[in-house]
């Protein structure tokens, strides 16, 4: 037998054979070791569950089109590639318009979107009812609801108005005035004629300009330098016959025919985008405590069938990364040539990266007061020890062992328990971050390899540490001590 | 031929002389008993002798060697080399089992070797409880194991303090029967005891009172 194989059988023979004494060492350490390996595993996984968490506080980033660009569905989809694979929670897009419920004489912004994603941006959306689906349906904020006193199931006419008809009047006015008509045609010798109509309330000609600088001046141009021709149109309603509405000017008839004709095709290409009007099922009240309340939401398809366009004013993602990954997406979207721009909502990522930062510092002090706590455990025991063995100690130095020697099997037994605490601390340890993920943040966690190597490292160490004072008193007892009784 | 010479050798706690001026020779293959009351000196000579305490004055030669000026560290390994220890409690590793106890005493030595190991256990007569542990033996099965631990590395000196004070007589005539088979083997034996049945087994006895060395009685009836 080798040396080391008796070393080896010594130093394990007095850990199973003195049962009590080395349970309370190696539970210290296999303790110190679980909550080691377990908070270290927290350490990593936390942020990353921390960071779902906080999604739950609304989007941390928006996309909008760039400076005289637009967005729509499908440019969406393609920014969203710029997105790391797994961090993005959710994106929901936004049509905002302004509809009217005419019995009610109101009119509200309301929200095209879709609510799959809305669930993931907004998670603290709060719904009675249920969220629509694109069937004609809508989801009434509550503010509105209580103003116009609509229930889960009643039924809103809401009308749409198209962009073109309010062109004119002030944007910021609801009640617009009259619609502006732009339209050209064709006059003598291939030369355009335009022509501007302002319409009133009732969709009558209010004033009427016409261009018709390309013709003759003797003759089409005096369409335009004739007021008596534009003012037979001052009243009309469109679509204009010629010959009826009005009469063509003697010795322009081609002109006189192109202006008319520009104003008809003019009207019939708004007429596709006249005031729409359809009647919503509500599905659902929304409570937010925030402004979203003064909102209607209906689907993106819906918004699309009602207004004709399939268009986005900005899209909310929520996206689950550090401060500094999102700052480098937002550069990345801004920057992908789709002609959007991406921000990030500095209120949400600033607090989840200050939360995560404070939880992070405090779970590393818990360790390292943990850790010290082992150390000084782990050292009374083998004090406790060292003076239970007072008398073998003091055999084995009688019997020739070398100062040298007593350290070396203090020092094996503390290295053995700590690989053995370390090993049963890193298991004990997964299962219990295991445990506190699964009930704090609702999710498991995965396994890293490279834990049990590191406890086990960090337990040997600590064992190794709270040994020296130990071995110091070891090393310190006297052989003679054996002879005569003590 | 010396083995063991003590020259003048005195110890002195404060006021106290534990050994005043004491001379003691011992032959190589001799069998000496130390006796006298507690008090006289008997420990202090065998911590000395055993290399685990130094004289304050004298010389102590062992196998030529003084002892007396060497350090700890040079100590521990001339008691390794040649000096068996037997103790009054028997004083074994208790979580290790009779066969491992023995080997530690090789391990220190040299190498641990199981076999020869049993064979020792064998020849105090407990080969078949070689894997016992030290409470599943009687008081003087363990003495036995200390005898066989003592004997493994072949020193040139057993040393034995009080190695039948607490046995009872039967195990007391095994313990001094393999002492004599040792002797008969050429080893030196110094066994210090206060029971003159133990001393008269020995070839010599030295009789110490108040640290001096009161008289020296031969043993006329000692049978080789």
């Known amino acids: 037998m080798t040396k080391r194989r008796m070393f080896i059988r010594m130093i394990t023979a007095s850990l199973l054979r003195r049962r009590s004494r080395m349970l309370i060492a190696l539970l210290s350490i296999g303790i110190g070791a679980t909550i080691l390996a377990g908070m270290v595993t927290i350490y990593y996984d936390v942020p990353r569950q921390m960071r779902a968490q906080m999604r739950s506080y609304g989007a941390n980033m928006l996309v909008m089109p760039g400076d005289g660009e637009t967005l729509d569905s499908e440019k969406l989809a393609r920014v969203l590639t710029q997105l790391p694979g797994d961090a993005l929670v959710g994106a929901a897009p936004y049509r905002y318009v302004r509809l009217d419920m005419t019995s009610r004489q109101q009119s509200f912004t309301t929200a095209g979107t879709d609510f799959s994603q809305v669930v993931k941006t907004s998670p603290y959306f709060s719904v009675e009812g249920r969220y629509p689906d694109s069937g004609r349906e809508v989801l009434v904020g509550k503010e509105i609801a209580e103003t116009i006193g609509v229930k889960v199931g009643s039924d809103m006419e809401l009308t749409w108005q198209p962009a073109t008809v309010r062109t004119s009047g002030d944007a910021t006015e609801d009640r617009v005035p009259g619609a502006t008509l732009i339209g050209a045609a064709e006059g003598w010798s291939s030369g355009t004629v335009t022509v501007t109509a302002v319409l009133d309330d009732e969709a009558k000609i209010k004033t009427l300009n016409i261009d018709a600088s390309t013709q003759t001046a003797e003759f089409g141009g005096r369409t335009q330098t004739e007021p008596e ?157 060292v003076s239970e063995r007072r008398r073998e100690i003091g055999l084995r ?81 006297d052989p003679a001590l054996v002879l005569k009784g003590e | 031929m010396a083995l063991l010479e003590l020259k003048n050798v005195s110890k002195i706690y404060g006021e106290l002389k534990a050994l005043d001026n004491v001379s003691l020779h011992v032959d190589k293959g001799e069998w000496v008993a130390i006796m006298g009351p507690s008090g006289s000196g008997k420990s202090t000579m065998m911590n000395i002798i055993g290399c685990m305490d130094k004289p304050t004055k004298g010389e102590v030669l062992l196998d030529g060697v003084d002892i007396s000026k060497e350090s700890s560290k040079r100590l521990t390994d001339i008691r390794r080399d040649k000096i068996g220890l037997i103790f009054q409690q028997f004083h074994m590793v208790n979580y290790l089992t009779a066969v491992e106890n023995v080997m530690v005493s090789q391990y220190y030595h040299s190498m641990p070797d199981e076999e020869e190991a049993l064979e020792a256990l064998g020849r105090v007569g407990l080969r078949e409880r070689a894997r016992h542990l030290p409470s599943q033996l009687s008081g003087g099965e363990q003495q036995r194991v200390c005898v066989a631990r003592a004997l493994i590395n072949h020193p040139e000196l057993i040393l034995a303090d009080e190695p039948t004070g607490n046995l009872d007589e039967a195990n007391e005539n095994i313990v001094l029967d393999l002492f004599r088979q040792l002797h008969r083997e050429g080893t030196t034996l110094i066994v210090v005891t206060h029971d003159p049945e133990v001393a008269e087994a020995a070839q010599r006895t030295i009789v110490l009172e108040h640290g001096r060395v009161a008289r020296e009685v031969v043993n006329e009836n000692f049978v080789e």
Request: charge should be negative.
């Open chain 1, 229 to 385: 021709f534009a003012q037979q149109f001052i009243g009309k309603s469109l679509p204009i016959t010629i010959g009826e509405d009005v009469d063509a000017l003697s010795g322009a008839t081609i002109t006189s025919n192109a202006v008319v004709e520009a104003l008809n095709g003019a009207h019939s290409a708004t007429d596709a985008a006249k005031p729409n009007t359809v009647r919503y099922t509500v599905t659902g009240i929304l409570t937010t405590g925030g402004e979203e309340e003064g909102y209607v939401f209906m689907s993106l398809e819906d918004m699309e069938t009602l207004t004709g366009e399939d268009k986005l004013d900005v899209a909310e993602l929520s996206v689950s990364a550090e401060e500094e990954q999102l700052n480098a997406c937002a550069e990345a979207i801004t920057q992908s040539g789709e002609g959007v721009k991406a921000r990030l909502v500095k209120r949400v990522t600033k607090s989840e990266t200050a939360v995560l930062g404070k939880l992070q510092a405090l779970v590393f002090l818990v360790t390292v007061v943990v850790l010290l706590l082992t150390m000084i455990c782990v050292s009374t025991t083998m004090m406790a020890v």
């Open chain 1, 397 to 477: 130095k009688a019997l020739g062992a070398s100062d040298g020697s007593i350290r070396v099997e203090f020092l094996g037994e503390g290295v053995f328990l700590g690989i053995l605490g370390g090993v049963l601390g890193a298991i004990l340890g997964f299962v219990f971050a295991q445990v506190v993920s699964v009930n704090v943040f609702n999710s498991s966690i995965t396994f890293q390899p490279l834990l049990l190597p590191v406890t086990v490292l960090v337990s040997v160490v600590i064992a190794a540490v709270s040994c020296l004072m130990p071995i110091k008193r070891a090393v310190a007892i």
